[in-house]
């Protein structure tokens, strides 16, 4: 499968504990998005990256969550001391950069935190 | 900040029934416009998408959507639904030129009866 991939698929945590989650985007694409899904709404964006560099981080992106594409190639996404409000499907995408419109998904982490 | 709507939350239909589900958008200047479809157990993947030109775009799946710039809208449509149509349907929006993050509205699951 040349697709997008992400691990784990689903986590659970305990209140307190750091997550990492990692994506694989298609081997040929420069950008790379994060993006966070809760219950009954639509994806809402996180961060994105063309290469290595972290070019754009919303205002979702609290302190406790970093982002990393060290090689421009998989990316980590990091959540430290998880509240239950972090309790989500993490997505995510990635595209070339010039056709940045064709974002191509993966299947989601789903992180439970308990 | 840019926001999208979609009124319909849960739509039930027959098969052969005719589909058109609504999408508004908040923002006033160039918008591109997208639909996304995720089937059950699936990955969010793209439908259909506008730029410019005609209004009326259709994607895959026999599905087509019409941007009305006056009404802020891009509302997706199809003649004639599937059992296989059955899946949760979001519309997404990006700003201006750029195509770094998408916007979703919160979706609309549609079950299609046999």
């Known amino acids: 499968d040349t697709g997008v991939s992400q691990d784990p698929r689903h986590k659970i945590t305990k209140r307190g504990q750091n997550v990492t989650f990692r994506c694989d985007p298609i081997?040929?694409?420069?950008?790379l998005y994060w993006y966070r899904q809760t219950l009954g709404q639509g994806p809402e964006f996180l961060t994105y990256f063309q290469n290595e560099a972290q070019l754009e981080k919303s205002r979702l992106l609290s302190d406790r969550f970093s982002a990393e594409r060290p090689k421009g190639s998989f990316s980590t996404l990091e959540i430290q001391r998880t509240e239950q409000g972090d309790s989500a499907m993490y997505l995510c995408?990635?595209?070339?950069?010039?056709?940045?419109?064709?974002?191509?998904f993966g299947p989601g982490t789903r992180l439970t935190v308990t | 900040a840019q926001s999208v709507s979609q009124h319909n939350h849960h739509v039930i239909l027959s098969e052969a029934a005719s589909l058109e589900l609504g999408c508004n958008y908040s923002y006033g200047g160039t918008v591109n416009l997208f639909w996304y479809v995720q089937y059950p157990g699936q990955h969010l993947q793209l439908l259909l998408k506008?730029?410019?030109?005609?209004?009326l775009v259709k994607g895959i799946k026999g599905f087509e959507a019409e941007f009305i710039k006056s009404k802020f809208s891009f509302n997706l449509r199809k003649p004639s639904v599937q059992w296989s149509d059955t899946a949760e349907y979001f519309c997404?929006?990006?700003?201006?030129?750029?195509?770094?993050?998408?916007?979703f509205g919160t979706g609309t699951r549609l079950l299609v009866s046999p």
């Open positions: 506008y730029f410019s030109g005609d209004p």
């Open positions: 995408a990635s595209s070339l950069e010039f056709r940045a419109y064709e974002q191509y």
């Open positions: 997404a929006v990006t700003e201006g030129t750029g195509f770094q993050k998408l916007v």
């Open positions: 081997s040929e694409h420069n950008r």
